[in-house]
């Protein structure tokens, strides 16, 4: 019997997805705004969210999580000293989608997916 698994596979392998999240997740924080599609911005922004209160928390533990996440100890640095004080007394929500429209290419639907101030 089937069972039902929660988030968008995308037609790819589950080694795949995780790199593939990992990576917009990275680039996300890094550069605070990406432009990828709908289905992929739904399952990452989750993702991102997650980092940055794993930044709000502050603590060692928290800091080897996001490690083991996110690419690059850079960035790590970056959602743990800059982000996490920009969001101190945010109770969440930290990114925003805004729609661009259908891709050129093969008709996407197009989105922007940004870190709020």
């Not at 019997?1 to 929660?6: L, T």
């Not at 990275?26 to 599609?37: F, P, R, S």
């Not at 004080?85 to 197009?110: F, H, N, S, V, W």
């Amino acid at each position: 019997m089937g069972r039902k698994i929660s988030g968008r596979k995308l037609a790819r392998s589950s080694g795949y997805q995780r790199a593939m999240h990992r990576n917009l997740v990275t680039d996300l924080l890094n550069y605070e705004k990406i432009t990828t599609t709908e289905a992929r911005a739904k399952q990452v922004r989750g993702l991102a969210e997650k980092m940055v209160t794993l930044g709000k928390e502050g603590s060692l533990h928290s800091r080897r999580q996001a490690l083991t996440f996110i690419f690059s100890k850079k960035v790590t640095d970056k959602v743990f000293d800059e982000l996490a004080t920009r969001y101190a007394e945010r109770p969440g929500g930290y990114t925003r989608i805004t729609k661009l429209g259908p891709r050129q290419g093969d008709g996407a639907a197009m989105v922007q997916l940004e870190l709020v101030e």
